[in-house]
T-cell receptor, first 114, second 111 residues
Framework: KAGVTQTPRYLIKTRGQQVTLSCSPISGHRSVSWYQQTPGQGLQFLFEYFSETQRNKGNFPGRFSGRQFSNSRSEMNVSTLELGDSALYLC?????????????FGPGTRLTVL | GQNIDQPTEMTATEGAIVQINCTYQTSGFNGLFWYQQHAGEAPTFLSYNVLDGLEEKGRFSSFLSRSKGYSYLLLKELQMKDSASYLCAVLRQYGNNRLAFGKGNQVVVIP
């Protein structure tokens, strides 16, 4: 069974730009969660999507948004990029919603904002 | 909010036993996860505890005390491949930011 895939793997943007990251969950998984990981703050929860609806969210500003499609694939968008948005963005999938289930992480997208 | 504390780093010898602690403060506790993350890789799930007590899974065991806001991960018969960061994460039943992670405990296994 193929794992969680994320594209692109690496991305360089400049301040003020916007970026869209993509995540394809494991086949049959319907929940997708997004995380930001930085050396300073560690791993932080962004949001969870299930059945095309955002079910849970973290403490990030509105510049961070996402969506989920009917095939469970998900995208995350960051608008008006700031230097502090440089991070590894991870998505994780699980069979069901609610965050209590085992989550399987993708390899991540390394975003660098210059 | 949630406060989660983990030691930053520890070193242990191959074949030994190491205990990784995690203390937390939260409201509406709904479980605690342990994840392993090797350098440059994504986290992988190790355990989920929602009731008090010890759960054993091979060389790894996880313990939870809800009244003390405390959990530990026990790694037995340490192997070199166990060198990694171990993250604990606390889940709340409600509110924003329901899932919060600790900064991780870097375990270095030496021969």
């Amino acid at each position: 069974k193929a794992g969680v895939t994320q594209t692109p793997r690496y991305l360089i943007k400049t301040r003020g730009q916007q970026v869209t990251l993509s995540c394809s969950p494991i086949s049959g998984h319907r929940s997708v969660s997004w995380y930001q990981q930085t050396p300073g703050q560690g791993l932080q929860f962004l949001f969870e999507y299930f059945s095309e609806t955002q079910r849970n969210k973290g403490n990030f500003p509105g510049r961070f948004s996402g969506r989920q499609f009917s095939n469970s694939r998900s995208e995350m968008n960051v608008s008006t990029l700031e230097l502090g948005d440089s991070a590894l963005y991870l998505c994780a999938s699980s069979k069901d919603r609610g965050l209590i289930n085992e989550q399987f992480f993708g390899p991540g997208t390394r975003l660098t904002v210059l | 909010g949630q406060n989660i504390d983990q030691p930053t780093e520890m070193t242990a010898t191959e074949g030994a036993i190491v205990q990784i602690n995690c203390t937390y403060q939260t409201s509406g506790f709904n479980g605690l996860f342990w994840y392993q993350q090797h350098a440059g890789e994504a986290p992988t799930f190790l355990s989920y505890n929602v009731l008090d007590g010890l759960e054993e899974k091979g060389r790894f065991s996880s313990f939870l005390s809800r009244s003390k806001g405390y959990s530990y991960l026990l790694l037995k018969e340490l192997q070199m491949k166990d060198s990694a960061s171990y993250l604990c994460a606390v889940l709340r039943q409600y509110g924003n930011n329901r899932l919060a992670f600790g900064k991780g405990n870097q375990v270095v296994v030496i021969p």
